[in-house]
């Protein structure tokens, strides 16, 4: 430790920005394997005391370092290394046992040594993990502690989830998304595609036939293969520059159910307007249609202030609102929660929305408990306690650091276009052609990167153009570094 301080501070004291030395100097330490995964970085009170620097100064760094995905700060812990040139497929090249002052390897060459040394290695790129070894460790062991801590009951589990759980995610909604239902309105499911096949059902058995889903083409293919399994039919409908096609809606036919993305399209990035979010709960109640708001990763917001839900806006209770934990926390929790729609009278509904709340409750009863108490015990941990707030504050400084890599990367290179950067953590990135989003993505996979082609969430051939998606939650920065420059070769090799 005392080495690593020492280390440091033979470069920082001949750089003229000490904050940017720091940063420069573990970044090379690392790629020369002076430092390696697991190793613990001095407390930024020791290193400014030892430098004599002010303390910001080193915070900044670490902030830096951190947002790179170089070391990784935890609130009460020591940060440590989380990149390694051995995690590259790098020998060691510093002498870890012996190392002193005034004899490091140079660390001026740590770009070109990554890239040779990435190459053996798989960068999954492809959508739909979040950075899920960000959260403190010391938080999600309390929580699993209080899991365990939690009596023992000989109970059979409330299919809708415990009151505790609802409670906190009503509150939660409150403060992030602009709508606190009440507790009765909210219940639990395995995931957004349990959510949505448990409404399908509810609705087939309340229509008496399949229920028509009106979704975004292009559009969650995992979530329409759920309505379907479930007995629904879907109908695509095309999008513009702000999310679904309202007049290619309503000259779609006779629909029972639409379900948008409308704050995050997914995956083309598209905030859906008030003006048309306004226009489609009109619509919707004016012909009986329930809205399915799929919620999935709106807390990451990186330009502009957060949008509120569509659930917010809804004073005419039509829109079942779905969130959960696969994109806050990790997806293999498999919790997510459906707020139904607020109580109307019920001459003032119609259609597919009338007695749906009861549909859906009945439903839920009917199959039972799906989220294993000890998760939600878990999670109402981490949610009572902060913990999960100070996650998704962390993680949204790394998302926006990853967001802002991306389009500066990407900026200027001819050709492409950088899309749904706005929020969230994925990126689309487009090409007039002649390559398709395959033959990208099979270039890429020969690089040792693993994208999305932007195809397979059409519906309908020509529905998209040539184009790739790119997930930034799970990896590190100098990962995202070369699945860019493997992305930029994969276009120019077409
Ligand atoms: C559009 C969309 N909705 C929902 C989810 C979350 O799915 P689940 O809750 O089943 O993990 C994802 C995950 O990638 C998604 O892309």
């Not at 995610?169 to 219940?187: E, K, M």
Request: with cysteine; proline share 6%; glycine share 12%.
């Amino acid at each position: 430790m005392v080495r690593c301080v020492d280390q440091i501070g033979v470069i920082v004291v001949d750089q003229s920005s000490k904050t940017a030395g720091v940063v420069a100097r573990v970044r090379g330490m690392v790629h020369d394997g002076t430092l390696h995964e697991g190793d613990p970085m001095p407390s930024t009170r020791a290193l400014a005391a030892e430098l004599g620097v002010a303390r910001g100064t080193v915070v900044a760094a670490y902030e830096q370092l951190d947002g790179e995905g170089w070391i990784r700060t935890r609130h009460g812990a020591v940060a440590r290394v989380v990149a390694s040139a051995g995690a590259f497929g790098m020998a060691s090249v510093g002498d870890r046992g012996g190392a002193v002052v005034g004899d490091l390897p140079p660390a001026s060459d740590p770009g070109a040594t990554a890239m040779a040394a990435a190459a053996a290695r798989v960068i999954d790129c492809r959508p739909g993990i979040p950075a899920v070894t960000a959260i403190s460790q010391r938080d999600w062991r309390a929580a699993w502690r209080a899991a365990a801590d939690a009596p023992l009951r000989n109970a059979v589990a409330d299919p809708l989830g415990t009151s505790d759980l609802r409670a906190q995610v009503a509150a939660q909604l409150g403060l992030s998304r602009g709508f606190a239902p009440a507790l009765d309105r909210v219940l639990l499911a395995a995931g957004t595609s349990e959510a949505l096949s448990l409404v399908t059902e509810a609705l087939r058995m309340h229509l008496g036939r399949a229920p028509v889903f009106a979704v975004e083409d292009p559009g969650y293919r995992t979530g329409q293969r759920a309505v379907r399994s479930a007995g629904g039919t879907v109908v695509g409908i095309p999008l513009d520059d702000d999310g679904m096609d309202l007049d290619a809606l309503s000259a779609a036919g006779p629909v029972d159910v639409v379900l948008v993305t409308p704050t995050h399209q997914y995956p083309l990035g598209s905030v859906m307007p008030v003006v048309r979010r306004q226009r489609l709960l009109a619509w919707a109640a004016a012909t009986g249609t329930l809205v399915v708001e799929d919620d999935y990763d709106s807390e990451f917001r990186h330009r502009g202030s957060p949008v509120p839900a569509l659930a917010a806006l809804d004073a005419e209770g039509v829109v079942l609102h779905v969130g959960g934990f696969s994109k806050t926390l990790d997806p293999r929790l498999r919790c997510s929660y459906v707020v139904l729609p607020a109580a109307v009278p019920a001459e003032q509904s119609a259609g597919a929305v009338a007695g749906i709340a009861e549909a859906v409750l009945a439903t839920r009863r009917a199959r039972g408990a799906v989220v294993a108490e000890p998760v939600q015990v878990a999670l109402a941990h981490l949610l009572r306690t902060g913990a999960l707030r100070r996650h998704l504050g962390r993680v949204r400084r790394d998302y926006t650091h990853r967001r802002a890599r991306i389009a500066a990367r990407l900026d200027g290179v001819a050709g492409l276009e950088a899309r749904a950067l706005n929020g969230g953590l994925h990126a689309v990135v487009v090409w007039p052609g002649p390559a398709t989003g395959q033959e990208v993505a099979a270039r890429m996979a020969g690089s040792g990167v693993l994208v999305s082609t932007l195809e397979e969430y059409g519906m309908t051939p020509g529905s998209t153009p040539a184009g790739i998606v790119l997930g930034y939650g799970a990896v590190t920065v100098p990962e995202l570094d070369r699945a860019l420059d493997a992305l930029i070769g994969a276009v120019r090799d077409g």
